[in-house]
């Protein structure tokens, strides 16, 4: 018998969230949404189809982590912490190696929107079963919108042709008229022995760099100096694109990585979120606030910064990032 592991993936500080989303509290911890947090209802969601639960964060995020799982009632998980980011594929190899061969691992990000129910419920069972017969498993979203924000894998009848980097719109319009190209969630679901022969087929200095640090790894905490000998590399990269033991889940649930305010936007408006006439939204500011010659703008309000950001322009919001790392790195700590 296979148990069943759910892998919390927690890395990552929310750039394009800036400024809710900061380095001391990226955003699958900010209640934005609801009572709970992203990382929270990632928790809750996949409660019943895993028998123990492994989470996968850096150092900096752990207090945080452990905050949410205390508020949530959990006091019995694997406490994997990375001594600094190293991306995906290292993340899951260090879930792979405190596993058993044939533990099966359902690997999730901690801040995606996902609606539970019979859709997703469907969805997992189906890649558990696939899993099972010793394959790699991904999760591919049926796209309603020609979307720039999102990678995507064609498919032909559960078998994945290629993976796609984030498109231009008009390439993203022509994958929607094609049928046959789903958006990248993400999400995976494999056997750890599998993944691990995987890695080490594709990328072999990942596997062995990753394997030394885990052996070197003081009660699952893994050491600095051998965690940078890692290269930093997407699962995507290492392993899913290269290998052939893929298949994907074609999934009908609704879904959104929460990776930009046009998403924040478009789910807390079917949420019921005042909008104004011309679609322009406030977030984090109880002032009124009026909008004069602008649609479909989102003002976010925090106690040291506001950003006022175009919803379709929303992607850029990690240049404005990317600049105060350089210059003002006080307002994103």
């Known amino acids: 018998m296979n148990n069943i592991l759910h892998v919390l993936l927690t890395g990552g500080v929310g ?37 123990k639960l492994m989470v996968v964060g850096n150092k900096g995020n752990r207090q945080l982590s452990e905050a949410s799982l205390k508020k949530s009632g959990i006091t019995e998980y694997v406490d994997i912490v990375e001594a600094t980011p190293r991306n995906t594929a290292p993340a899951i190899a260090f879930a792979a190696f405190a596993a058993k061969p044939e533990d099966i691992l359902l690997v999730t990000p901690a801040d995606h929107i996902i609606k539970s129910g019979e859709a997703y419920t469907e969805a997992i069972e189906k890649a558990i079963e696939i899993a099972k017969n010793d394959n790699l498993v991904t999760f591919g979203i049926q796209p309603n919108r020609p979307e720039t924000g999102y990678g995507y894998i064609e498919h032909e009848q559960g078998e994945v042709l290629s993976f796609r980097e984030k498109p231009n719109e008009e390439t993203a319009k022509e994958f929607l008229r094609r049928g046959n190209f789903l958006w990248n969630s993400g999400m995976f679901c ?25 052996e070197e790894a003081d009660d699952k905490h893994l050491n600095e100096k051998t965690s940078l000998e890692i290269p930093a590399i997407s699962v995507d990269y290492a392993v899913m694109e290269k290998s052939e033991r893929i298949k994907v889940v074609t999934s009908n ?31 984090g500011s109880d002032k009124p606030v009026f909008f004069t010659g602008l649609k479909n703008s989102i003002l976010v309000n925090t106690n040291d910064a506001v950003l006022v950001v175009n919803k379709e322009s929303s992607q850029a919001v990690k240049e404005v990032y990317q600049q105060l790392e350089k210059n003002q790195p006080e307002l994103i700590k």
């Open 15 to 51: 750039s394009r969230l800036w400024p809710l989303s900061r380095k001391s509290r990226p955003k699958q911890y900010l209640e934005l949404f609801s009572d709970k947090s992203l990382f929270e209802l990632a928790v809750e969601r996949n409660r019943k189809f895993t028998q």
């Open 190 to 214: 494999f056997k750890a022995g599998v993944f691990l022969e995987e890695l080490e087929k594709y990328s072999p200095r990942v596997f062995e760099k990753s394997r030394i640090a885990w």
């Open 253 to 283: 649930f609704e879904w959104s990585d929460m990776g930009s305010f046009e998403a924040v936007y478009d789910y807390m408006k079917a949420q019921g979120y005042p909008v104004d006439e011309q679609g322009n939204m406030q977030i």
